[in-house]
């Protein structure tokens, strides 16, 4: 069994920053992509950036130059740096992985959701 676990959502003032965290944990032989998603009220589910295991990045255009991903492969973490924040980056973030959890297996995992939550 394999789970993704995040952390670091919250309540930010526009302009403020977080740092999201998501931990892979159980049987894994290698974890390939790793990425962030997010949902809007109202809005279906997006894109915000992933990162491979050579470590090449893809943005969404909005978030573009604010919101840096990176990942400890010694962690088997991936993180989302998330500055100059918006209102509309509110929504509901959700981690994304590829984990060959057998010699012939791959699963596409996802983590819980955190809320993250723009406003003054």
């Known amino acids: 069994q394999v789970q993704l676990v995040e952390s670091g959502g919250g309540l930010v003032q526009p302009g403020g920053s977080l740092r999201l965290s998501c931990a892979a944990s159980g049987t894994i032989f290698k974890i390939y992509n790793m990425g962030w998603y997010r949902r809007a009220p109202g809005k279906q589910r997006e894109l915000v950036a992933v990162?491979?295991?050579?470590?090449?990045?893809v943005y969404a255009d909005s978030v573009k130059g604010r919101f840096p991903i990176s990942r400890d492969n010694a962690k088997n973490t991936v993180y989302l740096h998330m500055n100059d924040l918006k209102p509309e980056d509110t929504a509901v973030y959700y981690c994304n992985a590829r984990i060959r959890t057998a010699v012939d297996r791959d699963l596409e995992v996802w983590g819980q959701g955190t809320l993250v939550t723009v406003s003054s």
């Open positions: 990162i491979t295991d050579v470590d090449i990045t």
